[in-house]
């Protein structure tokens, strides 16, 4: 039998195929050869005993983010919100350019609509080539739009705490039953951290709410090339190649057709912002790890 990996707990995996879940125990050989099957995984695995199985090989995977740990994603919804907190271009920029170069088609969100507008963000990245959402967990604003986009497909939401990924979920799919809470509270703090991953399976189609990454986690597992930079940043495409020097990097050269596109208004100027300093943190880790 093969079937997705929903969740991992305990050294069980809970496999759904053709709409039970087994709960399966994982062969010797995963550990020795390093692999640890992952939410979204594919799975090939035996029937032992009614609901119960034995997880005998890892299908081959699309992409695998590492921390939150999940493979296979279809979409990465990058969620923001109006207010507490109030977006953030870096970390939009950074996770759509994780996504970009791990083959995942970002859409991003801006949630807690009911609390102001939020059109000028919508532009920016509408105007960057990405899909945008304008959503609420509270008035249900923008749910359809993101329930159709999620049928058939693997998506994990991710963002910062506080900004209504676990709400907004709720809204869509009332049966997940997410916990959801303030940030400041206690509990809060503790809960956020944690790593667990699950996949939930909604219309057609699979979700994942994810504690979200921190910047730390985005620089230190999920390295970028700097040479492969300006192409995870899909609005840069038109300039790249127009530049008076092959070797341009795009952050201080002159005659670099990128600094020229946003001098000319062609270019969002925080986009070019977040590539450079990226681009700055990417060469300075990698002088590090030489000493
Ligand atoms: N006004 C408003 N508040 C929201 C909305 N979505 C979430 N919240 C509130 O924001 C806080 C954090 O929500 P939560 O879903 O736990 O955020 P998460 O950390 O991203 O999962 C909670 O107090 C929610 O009630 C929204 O669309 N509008
Ligand atoms: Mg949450
Ligand atoms: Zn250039």
Known sequence: MTGILLKAIAGFYY?????NIYECKARGIFRKNGETPTVGDTLEFEVIDNLKGVVTKIMPRKNLLVRPPIANVDRLF???SHNTPAPNALLIDRLTAIAVNNDIEPVIVFNKSDLGQMDDWKRLYTTAGFKCVITSGVSGDGCDEIIEMVKGKVSAFTGNSGVGKSS??????PDL???????SSKLGRGRHTTRHVELYPVCGGYVA???????LDIERTMPLKKEELPFVF?????YLGCCRFTSCTHTVEKGCAVLEAVQNGELEKSRVESYIAIYNEIKDIKEWEKR
């Open 234 to 238: 899909p609005d840069f495409s038109d």
């Open 168 to 173: 907004l979920l709720n809204c869509m799919f």
């Open 209 to 215: 709410d994810t504690p979200g990454f921190s910047s």
């Open 78 to 80: 990058i969620v923001s």
């Open 177 to 183: 039953g997410l916990k959801t809470g303030d940030v």
């Open 15 to 19: 496999v759904e195929a053709g709409g």
